[in-house]
Structure formats: structure tokens, C-alpha cells
């Protein structure tokens, strides 16, 4: 079983940054990719970024490709998700999880475990 728990939400004006944090249990994570999904108020649940179990790879959205950053530390069992130049359409539900052992996929099906979201509002 494994257990992802999001952190590092809140509210920030536009321009401005938040560090998210994935922390899992489980000893198979660091096996995994991980990816962040956020669903906006009203929308479905998209893809944000995700990463390979070993860091070598990364995947963006293109919505947000060279704002957010995403790095893992295994030795933590963490996967973060750095967010610079934050704008009001970033506002959502940010959700990290699991995702397949090899590679990484931008597919919600392709991940089995899912931690219970943080939000993130971003002010104009």
C-alpha cells in the first residue's frame, strides 16, 4: 500500500511562488514515476508534470513548461513540484501520484495511487 500526502498549498499573488511537496510511504515509490495533476474549480482534472523514478526525465504541460519545476529526492520519498511566475489560471487542486515504472505518462490512467490534493489560489 502506498500513501501520498501533498503539501505546501496556499494562497499567493500572481508573479509570485510555491513549493509543493509529495510525501510517500511505501517502499516501492522511489520505483515509480510520479506525476502532479490539478483540477481547476469547475474542470476537469489535468496534467501538470511528471517525472521518471530515477529524475533522468521529465514531462510539462505546455501551460506550464518553464515555470514549474519538478525534482524528486528518493532518499526522502518526495517529489516536488517548484511553481514560479504563478498566475491566476493556475488556481486548482494540485494532486500528486503514482505513476507507471517505466517512463513517465501525461495519461490520469496510467497512475494507481493518488494522494488528496492541496490547493493552490493564486490572486490578480
Known amino acids: 500500500q502506498v500513501q501520498l500526502v501533498e503539501s505546501g498549498g496556499g494562497l499567493v499573488q500572481a508573479g509570485g511562488s510555491l513549493r509543493l511537496s509529495c510525501a510517500a510511504s511505501?517502499?516501492?515509490?522511489?520505483?515509480?514515476?510520479t506525476g502532479w495533476f490539478r483540477q481547476p474549480p469547475g474542470k476537469e482534472r489535468e496534467f501538470v508534470t511528471a517525472i521518471t523514478w530515477s529524475g533522468d526525465s521529465t514531462y510539462y504541460a505546455a501551460s506550464v513548461k518553464g515555470r514549474f519545476t519538478i525534482s524528486r529526492d528518493n532518499a526522502k520519498n518526495t517529489v516536488y513540484l517548484q511553481m514560479n511566475s504563478l498566475q491566476p489560471e493556475d488556481t486548482a487542486v494540485y494532486y500528486c501520484a503514482r505513476g507507471p515504472r517505466v517512463g513517465n505518462s501525461p495519461r490520469a490512467r496510467d497512475y494507481d495511487y493518488w494522494g488528496q490534493g492541496t490547493q493552490v489560489t493564486v490572486s490578480s
Open positions: 511505501g517502499r516501492t515509490f522511489s520505483s515509480y514515476a
